[in-house]
């Protein structure tokens, strides 16, 4: 495997004349043009061909498109016994509307590994459609790291999101016409606590009550947005269809009226749930502009959910490919904590090393600068910004995994806002690399590449994990606030406080924690920032997710069906008179 | 094209050694097998193979696995433009837990029309979600006369209803999110006519109250499920990316305060929800058991919508195939009605030949006969419940297309039974053919093959529609009901008057309409069985479908959001130890 060039002819089905077609160079648009307009001067790669540069046979590939395939079953079932390559996580400091670019990084140093030679492959979340038609847009990457097609994977991609809205859904419905034969296992309405989902930004689902008009039973209940659901989590935890089915049997979804807790398999619902996940478990594969394989599978948000793409493409991946690039969600005290704590933890993986993405315009946002005053350079806002860089080096240094830091270049950035940031680092005791990925694609990754290279030549340690599975829940939140957010302590509110200690009661005090927070701050309130210290974190609800394996926290006024803003990015988008699509991006 | 016979070696990149693999007889199970175990035993041939039996080049197709693919939209372009071959529909004598076997005779008549040497296509709905967990099982045929991959198919196949079901919850969010952000088109929240939707059997999500909890403005509203839903509707009817967009922009979805109608284009989301049913969009292509290539897309119910697949299926497979077999759902007076007055209407189709589908034994239990008791012949009931059939019939000779009855024949029914039909439909007026695809595949559907074909012979009539368009909208609605139901007369509840009145004042009265009502009478009241006559049709609430062009009545207590059984089907399904899907049909 080690002596594989993938810029030489892979020996894979792949035709001499598409090679060479593929690979010319494409006539890229000038730089600062919209995503979508770089991502369509590249012609996709067969998505057979992609695969080739892993070793997979097309027969083993699912297809989706030409440019779209999953892994299936029996495929990674084959590849769960293989030797594993050495993963690298990237995560980052605590977002701003700046924007830091931890997916382009990501695509960036994936294309960077397979520029220098290496059989490399990168893993990533599945965009939800919620953001993309509220907020926010997509989440394909950008500028010269990209992964495409952009469109279908903003879009439907291979239908994962709407297996598990069905899953969820199914269960959901399951409970009401339970309730509504006649409730013979004597659920209490008042206690059940499996929602509904949808992958939309819905605010008006938040709250609800059903069952009116005669129609059933009516109860409160509530949408959750699909990237938060407990299957979604489970689709991204399970190993293969057999743990997949166990853990969805194992989802708490109420309480007896003498307080016992009801199971999903209690209502015989698990199977058909698994039944409609069977093909959403199976990894999805794509690729970068450069043509570097890319794993999209699985997409719960690193605020409200634990952030982290599906262990299956995770391990598919390592199977397949010498390095693994991989991100975790929002800034690291969220997305590298959990991980961590509960992706490592669950699935036994051991990353090699961690990149910390910053840019100066994020980091002189931590340092008070408005966003309309970033355009000018000041090298005292950085040097103030740099201690949420700190905060988050000092947090992963304690996981003892070999660590950068990486800044996503801008063309504004000024050479003595990067030396006061070197300056920095030097301090911290850690190397900073710069990235001109965005503007330049692999070309502008390599000296990131060589880096990562470098830390990956001693031999993996064991991550040192914030809590032992045999502290208490309190103690492992606690762990979480002081030691990744710098929390004084924790405030568990009465009804959280309650909950605690019913969990702990039925044995679930053994599981990792999810704390679901807001991403713009160390602390429960977005307006406290960056650099927010000492304070006590509140939480106000636990949830068990006996399904996926860990206790969520919600904590301060986090949500989990977000809202659209008062022009959604949707009003944008439409079909021209050639049927293309525009205004997604 | 005429001269093509699908049984030699088709010019196509099919390889010699695939085709005869495929050929090769398959070793058929014990007649009774479950329909699972029968569609086992056939080696699904590579989707561009069956795309080569309709001289579909391999690069025209976006593949979805293996065996299933889209027509992609640069294609069904070009198909637009070419001649047009002949449609045949199939539908149904009012249906019966006995089972009529519509589907099943869809399929059996294009492998019988495949095995006499024509290029035939079918075209069929798509499954929805909600029976396939609830109470009906699967819906792609079953014995020998199936569609697979079944199990794809009846699941999420290539993610159409999904996709509807976003478009349509976008535009609901949307809504919601207008009124939270100020409303500045003053619409009525009490006046606001879109639902929202869900592709699963939901009681308890009939009606409800939104925006609870501070959430938004709190006002009724409740899901429909999504094979009831306009934008369906819009799916299976408009002809391009043009005309879906455009009818999306026309949905009414509210009133201003003073009464005026707001359109999806007033809240600026049309463009994003053709986005988003761009892919969807295209036709489905599958094959039967026996290879037949089978167009599956769209899947409006009948007895709450229009109950035909798409006019993109139908018009793409016309352009390919010399035959093509159609169905309708549940029976002529809801089906085949639709077909003719919406769907044929406003798509410009004309049917050659119609197939009505009929079985001893659910005319046995029209003929007063319990389900317990079908095991027994008695030609008397047959000759009694005949007369359901027998309404059926002069229903569509007033369509003015050539007819015949097919008998969709089981092992049990007797010889004196089938004399006493032949002597009705005699009566009548009709060819009767019995068929055995069910046990036989196409060699027991080889005469109902040739049969059809005779009535193909002549000049193809245009259909004669029950109305005109420049009809009032009670006119059309006492058309149907007296010419296709037997009724004395309709009666608008207060609630339908007034809004019959706005319509048409607003300028819809020359929309066709949709009625929704029980499927098992001719009347609204599902005890009033198959020969209900001189009723009167009680309306209770119209609804406009703008986008989709025509009015819905809903009658009696007919409502688009489906319940489960006390025990769904869902709870006998799973994965195996294998990873398998069991109890799936």
């Not at 960036?108 to 490399?120: K, P």
């Not at 240094?397 to 990067?418: K, M, R, T, Y």
């Not at 330049?440 to 830390?455: F, I, K, N, Q, T």
């Not at 829940?473 to 004084?488: P, V, W």
């Amino acid at each position: 495997m080690n002596d594989y060039r993938p810029w030489q002819t892979p020996e894979s089905p792949m035709e001499e004349a598409t090679l060479c077609e593929a690979t010319a160079t494409p006539e890229w648009p000038p730089p600062g043009s919209p995503d979508s307009v770089i991502a369509r001067a590249v012609s996709p790669w067969p998505i057979h061909d992609v695969a080739a540069r892993l070793g997979i046979e097309a027969s083993r590939l699912l297809p989706f498109g030409h440019d779209k395939a999953k892994l299936p079953h029996d495929f990674t079932d084959e590849l769960a016994e293989r030797p594993q390559g050495k993963l690298v996580l990237v995560t980052a400091i605590t977002p701003t509307p700046a924007g830091e670019g931890k997916t382009t990084t990501t695509v960036g140093l994936g294309d960077g590994l397979s520029r220098i030679g290496q059989r490399a492959a990168i893993c990533l979340r599945e965009p939800s459609l919620g953001p993309c038609f509220g907020m926010k847009g997509g989440a394909a990457g950008g500028g010269r790291s990209q992964v495409i097609p952009m469109e279908d994977i903003n879009l439907h991609f291979t239908g994962d999101f709407h297996a598990i809205s069905s899953a969820h859904n199914l269960l959901a419905a399951q409970i009401d016409n339970h309730l509504y034969w006649g409730n013979a296992l004597d659920l209490d309405p008042e206690r059940i606590t499996w929602k509904r989902t949808m992958d939309m930004n819905d605010r008006a689902l938040r709250q609800l009550i059903v069952g009116e008009g005669g129609q059933g039973v009516p109860r409160r209940d509530g949408f959750d947005i699909t990237a938060a659901s407990e299957i979604m989590a489970i689709l991204c935890l399970a190993r293969d269809l057999d743990d997949l089915q166990w853990r969805l049997g194992e989802i708490v979804v109420a309480r007896t009226r003498d307080g016992a807790p009801v199971r999903a398999r209690d209502l015989e619902v698990q199977g058909a749930m698994a039944v409609l996940l069977k093909q959403a478990l199976a990894p999805n594969l794509v690729q970068t502009l450069e043509h570097t394989p890319a794993f999209v599978h699985g997409g719960p948000f690193a605020n409200i959910a634990h952030g982290c793409n599906s262990v299956m493409a995770t391990r598919s991946a390592l199977a397949l490919a010498d390095v693994v690039v991989t991100e975790a969600g929002f800034g690291a005290d969220l997305g590298a904590e959990k991980f961590f704590n509960i992706k490592c933890r669950q699935a036994g993986l051991s990353p090699s090393a961690v990149v910390v993405v910053a840019t100066l315009r994020a980091l002189k946002m931590h340092g008070g600068i408005a966003r309309e005053a970033l355009g000018q350079p000041d090298p005292e806002a950085v040097r103030r910004g740099a201690a949420n860089l700190a905060r988050h080096v000092a947090n992963l240094q304690g996981a003892g995994v070999p660590l950068v830091v990486a800044i996503n270049q801008f063309d504004q950035d000024s050479s003595e806002e990067h030396a006061v940031l070197r300056e920095a680092c030097d301090a911290m005791g850690v190397e900073v690399v710069l990235s001109r990925h965005w503007q330049e694609g692999s070309a502008g990754s390599e000296e990131l590449a060589e880096r990562v290279m470098a830390l990956l030549d001693g031999a993996t340690p064991e991550p040192r994990l914030s809590y032992a599975d045999d502290a208490g829940l309190a103690d492992k939140l606690r762990a979480i606030a002081t030691q990744h957010y710098g929390a004084a302590d924790i405030q568990l509110e009465e009804r959280a406080q309650h909950q605690l200690e019913e969990y702990e009661a039925l044995g679930y005090g053994h599981l990792p924690v999810c704390i679901a927070k807001t991403p713009y701050s160390f602390a429960a309130d977005p307006e406290m920032g960056g650099l927010a210290a000492g304070h006590v974190l509140p939480i106000r609800e636990l949830e068990l997710a006996a399904g996926a394996g860990f206790v969520v926290a919600l904590c301060g006024t986090i949500m989990r069906m977000p809202g659209m803003p008062e022009r959604p990015a949707s009003a944008g988008m439409g079909l021209d008179a050639a049927g293309e699509i525009e205004g997604l991006s």
